[in-house]
T-cell receptor
Framework: GENVEQHPSTLSVQEGDSAVIKCTYS??????FPWYKQELGKGPQLIID?????GEKKDQRIAVTLNKTAKHFSLHITETQPEDSAVYFC???????????FGSGTKLNVKP | ETGVTQSPTHLIKTRGQQVTLRCSSQ?????VSWYQQALGQGPQFIFQ???????GRGNFPPRFSGLQFPNYSSELNVNALELDDSALYLC?????????????FGPGTRLTVT
């Protein structure tokens, strides 16, 4: 099955700086890669996703890039704010099936 | 449009007991997936229900079972609870259609097994 690895496990940045979280996947047939933000005591919230036919996608301060050849994808958050502090998870699907394999999570701390 | 809801919020059970968790899918969604999230880890896929049938299963034993109802809501049942079953149980709803992959999670049920 799919194996998703995520780095770093913790990330501390100053407010206004950028944050980058990286993930690799093993199954070249995966074609959908979502990113979730999970705040304490809540369920994961879908913040952005990318499909295998696209190399980059942006939504305001958040962007995701995908390198299919290298089988890795990254989340970029610019102009970080304290409310961005949370645990972020990447995931990859089984091909054409919405069963997700999740990374182990990155705890992002944005210091004011 | 209503989001995904789960009940109960918290639950404490004793080893060997049975538990039922409930999930109401988001309006317009026909598929429910269940995940187990241990503390400090990413969610792990348990199984998915579509058209009231199991549609894919992760690496979980048969004592984890489920149901989906005609209104697309779902239940997760766990028999013979073990201490390692303590976790946050998440359900995610989605629309199973061509090219549709987005899943939206509920707030989860925190299960503690003592």
């Amino acid at each position: 099955g799919e194996n998703v690895e995520q780095h770093p496990s913790t990330l501390s940045v100053q407010e206004g700086d950028s944050a980058v979280i990286k993930c690799t996947y093993s199954d070249s047939a995966s074609n959908y890669f979502p990113w979730y933000k999970q705040e304490l005591g809540k369920g994961p919230q879908l913040i952005i996703d990318i499909r295998s036919n696209v190399g980059e996608k942006k939504d305001q301060r958040i962007a995701v890039t995908l390198n299919k050849t290298a089988k890795h994808f990254s989340l970029h958050i610019t102009e970080t704010q304290p409310e961005d502090s949370a645990v972020y998870f990447c995931a990859a699907n089984s091909y054409n099936f919405n069963k997700f394999y999740f990374g182990s999570g990155t705890k992002l701390n944005v210091k004011p | 449009e209503t989001g995904v809801t789960q009940s109960p919020t918290h639950l404490i059970k004793t080893r060997g007991q049975q538990v039922t968790l409930r999930c109401s899918s988001q309006s317009g969604h026909n598929t429910v997936s269940w995940y187990q999230q241990a503390l400090g880890q990413g969610p792990q896929f348990i199984f998915q229900y579509y058209r009231e049938e199991e549609n894919g299963r992760g690496n979980f034993p048969p004592r984890f079972s489920g149901l989906q109802f005609p209104n697309y809501s779902s239940e997760l049942n766990v028999n013979a609870l073990e201490l390692d079953d303590s976790a946050l149980y998440l359900c995610a709803s989605s629309w199973s259609g061509t090219g549709s992959y987005e899943q939206y999670f509920g707030p989860g049920t925190r299960l503690t097994v003592t």
